[in-house]
T-cell receptor
Framework: GAGVSQSPSNKVTEKGKDVELRCDPI?????LYWYRQRLGQGLEFLIY????????KSGLPSDRFSAERTGESVSTLTIQRTQQEDSAVYLC????????????FGPGTRLLVL | SQQGEEDPQALSIQEGENATMNCSYK?????LQWYRQNSGRGLVHLIL?????REKHSGRLRVTLDTSKKSSSLLITASRAADTASYFC????????????FGSGTRLLVRP
């Protein structure tokens, strides 16, 4: 079946603008995750959804970052008043409820804040 | 903060040679995984090894885990140009199965 998809693939925005990043997980995967990857770095955990609830938001770097999930499917990561240090690749992953340790990643959204 | 640290940061080998990458971590884990990333985009899951396992094979991949040294290694045998990518180890946070903690990765270049 289809894998995890993310949109847009690339986003260029001006400092101070808001952006929305979208993730469509694999159908039937109840768990969904957002990660951030800065250039040349590993992935940083941002937030975890189980169903439509987010029991772990500990990785969100500031209150400018928020995320929601609806219908136990699509998730949106919103960054308000973007800053240059927000420039990174934002990756979404999903996993089966019985095997959460194996996460399937989307292609990511490359965000550039000018 | 990142738990896993890969070594080396970059590796360049000739096609046909073996590539070995190492990962060290700091806290106790339930499992450790290796992922591959092409062109800085999506990650592909390669292999998972549990804390009670010492070695695991998948095709040309061989992973070892030494929990006493808190380290793991990934061996790619008979490398191909298509193996050129960044390789990351990821551990669970110990107290949760869902949160993956990634190292900074090893950039592998396989020269044709």
């Amino acid at each position: 079946g289809a894998g995890v998809s993310q949109s847009p693939s690339n986003k260029v925005t001006e400092k101070g603008k808001d952006v929305e990043l979208r993730c469509d997980p694999i159908s039937g995967h109840t768990a969904l995750y957002w990660y951030r990857q800065r250039l040349g770095q590993g992935l940083e955990f941002l937030i975890y959804f189980q169903g439509n609830s987010a029991p772990d938001k500990s990785g969100l770097p500031s209150d400018r970052f928020s995320a929601e999930r609806t219908g136990e499917s699509v998730s949106t990561l919103t960054i308000q008043r973007t800053q240059q240090e927000d420039s990174a690749v934002y990756l979404c992953a999903s996993s089966q409820p019985t095997a959460q340790e194996t996460q399937y990643f989307g292609p990511g959204t490359r965000l550039l804040v000018l | 903060s990142q738990q896993g640290e890969e070594d080396p940061q970059a590796l360049s080998i000739q096609e046909g040679e073996n590539a070995t990458m190492n990962c060290s971590y700091k806290t106790s884990i339930n499992n450790l995984q290796w992922y591959r990333q092409n062109s800085g985009r999506g990650l592909v899951h390669l292999i998972l090894i549990r804390s009670n396992e010492r070695e695991k094979h998948s095709g040309r991949l061989r992973v070892t885990l030494d929990t006493s040294k808190k380290s793991s290694s990934l061996l790619i045998t008979a490398s191909r140009a298509a193996d050129t990518a960044s390789y990351f180890c990821a551990t669970d946070a110990g107290d949760s199965s869902y949160k993956l903690i990634f190292g900074s990765g090893t950039r592998l270049l396989v020269r044709p």
